[in-house]
């Protein structure tokens, strides 16, 4: 049998269709954002291509990985979280098996070994590395290993927050989460361990596990502040 009632489209005037077109690409392009940011990884949307430029929008980028995750787990277990294991080339061959990690890592080829030791939680408290007084080197990451079952809380794109943080006792610039308003939060949850590199001035948060944080890279040709 055939249906005498009108197509819902033909109900809407229009006049109103160049907005409900506007609300729909508003809507698919939220999603897609939304989309972008999976528990143990970057979408794997986001290309090889994309990556550099993806941390420099977001201020972050990270990728679950086993492997990664044993190698912390047995730094830790056998007493070489501080041993000379504990430098990025020990983790190197199994990082550049991943092509966007592997592009990153290409761009930002000078590493800075002024941070690397054994890392925590610091629950409750968002810190970054530097403050934008005192930046040592524009654009610099810092890059975590983290091992099992490890929790993070970053706050999209607060490598360009204007205030400085209030220094912590364990070395750390904490900042006061109403500076943060504005900033989404992402969480990242590694059951199985992986890799985590932040802008240094990005706000951030380890809520679970340990990791061993490797120093800072650098873009090539990257001069120090003095």
Request: proline residues 4%; hydrophobic residues 35%; glycine residues 8%.
């Amino acid at each position: 049998m055939t249906s005498n009632l009108p197509r819902a489209s033909d109900l809407i005037p229009s006049s109103c269709q160049p907005y409900i077109h506007a609300a729909e690409k508003l809507m698919a392009s939220l999603s897609s954002m939304v989309n972008l940011f999976e528990p143990n990884q970057v979408s794997s949307s986001v290309t090889a291509e994309e990556s550099v430029q993806f941390i420099k929008d977001h201020g972050f980028f990270y990728q679950g990985d086993e492997n990664i995750g044993k190698l912390v787990d047995d730094m830790y277990a056998n007493g070489r979280a501080r041993s000379r294991d504990a430098r990025l080339d020990h983790f190197k061959p199994t990082l550049q098996q991943d092509s966007r990690l592997r592009r990153i890592l290409d761009h930002y080829p000078m590493e800075i070994p002024g941070l690397r030791f054994p890392w925590g939680t610091t629950p409750g408290v968002y810190y970054n590395w530097e403050r934008k007084s005192g930046l040592t080197v524009e654009n610099a990451l810092a890059a975590y290993m983290l091992g099992s079952d490890s929790q993070w809380v970053c706050r999209d794109g607060s490598h360009r927050l204007g205030s400085d943080g209030e220094l912590e006792a364990i070395g750390v610039f904490g900042i006061q989460n109403h500076l943060l308003d504005g900033y989404p939060e992402r969480e990242i949850r590694m059951e199985r361990g992986g890799i985590l590199l932040v802008r240094t001035r990005l706000a951030h948060t380890a809520t679970r596990g340990r990791s061993i944080v490797l120093g800072v890279l650098t873009e090539a040709g990257a001069q120090r502040n003095t």
